[in-house]
């Protein structure tokens, strides 16, 4: 059975590999449009610092950091979980019975469906992380490192976690892409900044309703060791809660998609 799944992946990334190669001047143009996005997005973070030299005690090069380790995170997510964001126009073309008849899983099946997956985000992600950890002078340790991976990991499940419950409430509600994009919205926005600097609902916002703090925040603070801020006492441990919470809400999420499988009849009925 595993390797029958292997096997599938495999396939799946050979066709999508191809794909961007059929469409060279696609590819690069993507390419390019990914150096952009972020760039203006760490070029906004320059100007606002330019404005406020600190951020509760987080001066540019620290927020660039932050920036850059839900980066890496965030496109992990993206290279290998980003169709689950389709499962909603499946249900509405009335396509997503096919994966229900084939002898895979279907949530494997919607993340391995032949498409185009860019892996080009990703790898701008790690380039810049590189000047990120280089800027903020990060100390390399054995605790250091396995805390990155276990925050990129984690990050990264987290991230999918929360598509995935948003992507499964289309067995309810047909069409939910107003309620994604916000949620997406929400995470591209706030985690750019320390979650010190917002008030009370948007921390708890941000740290419990939706983790997305666990994805940067918490462990860029014990990485920079910025457990005392203005105001706001951070606890080490919880940069290294991250793999966990992930592992939670990948486990609820899924229950939750479960449920939605036994609860879907089709668009048609």
Known sequence: MVSRYLSTYREFWRLNTLTLLEYKANFFIWFVFTIIYHGVAIGTIWIMMSRFPLMNGWDWRQVFFLYALWMVAHTLNNTFFFTVGNVGEHVR????????????????????????????????????FAFAQGAVHLQWTAASTALLLLAFTGGA?????VQLAVATLSFWVI?????????????NDFTRYP????????????????PFAFMNYFPATTLLHKTAEA????????????PLVGA???AAAY???????????????
């Open 248 to 250: 939670a809400w990948f």
């Open 195 to 210: 979650l010190s600097i917002y008030n009370r609902g948007v921390r708890i916002m941000l740290a419990y309703v939706f």
């Open 175 to 187: 069409r939910l892409d107003t309620l994604r994009w916000v949620i997406m919205s929400l995470e």
């Open 157 to 161: 499940l987290i991230d999918f976690a």
């Open 93 to 128: 073309e009335g396509d997503f019975d096919r994966f229900l008849v084939r002898p895979l899983d279907p949530l494997f099946q919607v993340l391995s469906q032949p498409g185009q997956i860019w892996p080009d985000e990703l790898a701008v992600a790690l380039v810049f």
């Open 255 to 269: 229950a939750f998609w479960r449920a939605g499988l036994n609860r879907y009849k089709g668009t048609g009925s």
């Open 231 to 242: 105001g706001y006492t951070i606890n080490p441990a919880l940069g290294w809660l991250t």
